[in-house]
């Protein structure tokens, strides 16, 4: 009888452990750091950025005003919030947490946060017109290994990256995160998404390592430099 009944409670052991691991999330948390930087943002299913008529003329006008000092780049001379996909070739580190129902990056560049509920239905486009933010409003969820993050309910205070690809309120992005290399390195690929200033949604991707030994800044005072980021290959020396 006991024999029988350790069998039993370890068949129940196995099968729990088993329910257990089925149900885990899987772990992209860490300090992550990118390899490369570009001031422009490069498509990775085309030769350029799909411009509309009207996107063309705003990014010739941003440029054109980035260039001659008529257009201030608020993130940089104020230290707003880059936006999203701006934030994401960010040449400082990046710090992603997980917790039941959510996940979070900590970004060092503006001291950015995003939090990331999981748990939750997509609200409609309509729904988050009252609550634009620099950072959008992000919802995840998991496809196997995959972090999905949907990102939409932006105000039009960002630019796509630092060289003024523009865009509008319809902006949705949606990044697909993922462990590479034995999970050393982090991919993001991105799919940017807006009818008024692009003629089809377009696609970049960012990759970052591992940095377990790199801790945060998280002191600094915004605009002055705090951090040696001449390793990053792009960054001008």
Not at 31 to 54: E, K, R
Not at 176 to 188: P, V
Request: hydrophobic content about 35%; glycine content about 8%; aromatic content about 10%.
């Amino acid at each position: 009888m006991k024999k029988q009944t350790v069998v039993m409670f370890c068949a129940g052991a196995v099968l729990m452990c088993t329910s257990a691991a089925a149900t885990a999330a899987p772990d992209v948390s860490g300090i992550w750091w990118a390899n490369s930087y570009s001031v422009q943002i490069h498509p990775t299913d085309g030769p350029q950025i799909p411009f509309t008529p009207a996107g063309a003329e705003a990014y010739r006008k941003n440029s054109a005003g980035l260039a001659n000092g008529t257009i201030v780049d608020e993130a940089r001379k104020h230290c707003v919030p880059d936006g999203v996909p701006r934030l994401l070739s960010t040449p400082y580190p990046l710090q992603i947490f997980q917790s039941p129902g959510f996940v979070t990056i900590f970004y060092e560049q503006n001291h950015v946060i995003r939090t990331i509920p999981m748990d939750r239905a997509v609200p409609k486009d309509e729904e988050l017109a009252a609550y634009p933010y620099y950072s959008g409003n992000s919802f995840g969820h998991w496809e196997g290994d995959t972090l999905v993050v949907l990102t939409k309910g932006f105000n039009e205070k960002t630019f796509i990256d630092a060289s003024g690809v523009p865009h509008g309120d319809q902006l949705h992005v949606t990044e697909r995160i993922r462990k590479l290399n034995g999970g050393k390195s982090l991919e993001d690929v991105v799919n940017i998404e807006d009818p008024v200033t692009f003629t089809r949604p377009w696609t970049a991707r960012f990759v970052y390592d591992l940095h377990p030994e790199v801790r945060l800044d998280t002191s600094y005072t915004c605009g002055e430099k705090h951090r040696d980021i001449s390793r990053v290959k792009g960054v001008p020396r």
